[in-house]
């Protein structure tokens, strides 16, 4: 998406004055290689320039001087917030073990052949140790959060009842919903799917591929597991292919080939592979299989339906969640010594005071 120089501007204004209320608008020098100082720790120039340059890498528009300003700014703001909170950590005794890295690395890898993983690394500017060590520290914030935030908040069935109560509206469905997954294979040549293998380029190659999915999910292979490895809706495929809630009329205006396999389906089952085609030229557009996750009849939702109290103990989590978060983020910076050397530094160019 491109911004408008003006745009930027009030970006980058923005940025600033956040940086410089965390600063305290400090007068400090400081060397030309330390861009700012958390409780004594240095940030230097050298750790900003590498996630700026992965940041860009592969992109084709070059930033004006404004632009390359903020982008640094937002990254030494991201630094300056990890090193808070991994310090915060580090006096509250939250340790992450080598068990629970190398686990989610794994979690991570599994997806990939050899072949791809080893790209995917090379892509991402990284050597596998680096990549195990921001693993690492992305855990320990996680565990940080969860032992002072995520487990302050409870949600009693008084709450879920009232929500309940104040929304039921929200609960009365007027048509039936299904709930669906699928796995998409496109026929067209370079659409964007990155470390997605065996991309398909034409229609035969993707009318194989489709096939050697579906063979796959025949011998037994996890629907999720296959979406997350092979689909190219890139939207949906993190999420092992998951489309969400359809209502049903959604479901009746879609291709012919999809509704009559999705009618045709039980909760639990799979469609064989369905063609899609562009309906003006009938050109194939792609190839796809669909799951049936679950469906849902018409009518009022009851407050001891399961689904409702999970969806109602969900997003009431999420809001007190993130409403002490906000707090807690406020108070950890709020106690810490923080000198933003490039901030400052920027105004006094800028012949600001």
Wanted: aromatic letters at 6%.
């Amino acid at each position: 998406m491109t911004r408008s120089p003006a745009r930027w501007g009030t970006l980058l204004s923005l940025s600033l004055a956040t940086v410089l209320l965390i600063s305290g608008c400090k007068n400090q020098e400081s060397d030309k290689d330390v861009m700012a100082k958390v409780n004594g720790y240095k940030v230097l120039r050298s750790e900003v320039d590498k996630n700026y340059k992965r940041q860009i890498a592969g992109s084709p528009q070059k930033l004006s001087s404004e632009q390359d300003q903020m982008l640094r700014l937002q990254l030494l703001q991201q630094i300056i917030n990890r090193q808070l909170y991994l310090q915060k950590a580090e006096k509250m005794g939250v340790v992450v073990t080598d068990d629970e890295v190398e686990t989610k690395f794994n979690e991570f890898k599994a997806p990939y052949t050899k072949e791809e993983f080893a790209k995917k690394m090379q892509e991402s500017g990284l050597s596998e140790d680096e990549n195990k060590q921001e693993l690492r520290r992305d855990l320990t914030i996680e565990k940080l959060l969860n032992k002072e935030v995520g487990s302050k908040v409870t949600i009693s069935d008084a709450d879920i009842q009232n929500y309940y109560n104040e929304h039921k509206a929200q609960f009365n469905v007027i048509e039936p919903q299904y709930y669906l997954a699928h796995i998409f294979v496109s026929a067209q040549p370079n659409v964007p799917s990155p470390n997605i293998p065996g991309k398909a380029q034409n229609e035969g190659q993707a009318r194989d591929k489709i096939k050697m999915i579906y063979n796959l999910l025949e011998s037994g292979d996890d629907f999720a597991t296959v979406a997350a490895k092979y689909s190219e809706d890139l939207d949906t495929a993190r999420s092992g292919g998951e489309l969400g809630a359809s209502p049903e009329s959604q479901i009746k205006n879609a291709d012919a080939a999809t509704r009559e396999a999705v009618l045709k389906l039980k909760p639990g089952q799979y469609s064989q592979p369905v063609q899609i085609a562009n309906p003006a030229t009938q050109k194939t557009l792609g190839f796809r299989i669909v799951k049936l996750l679950g469906r849902d009849a018409a009518g009022q939702r009851d407050a001891n339906d399961p689904k409702v109290q999970q969806l109602i103990r969900t997003q009431l989590r999420n809001q007190r969640e993130q409403f002490l978060r906000a707090a807690y983020d406020e108070v950890v910076h709020d106690s810490a010594d923080i000198d933003i050397y490039y901030a400052s530094q920027i105004i006094k160019d800028a012949g600001l005071k």
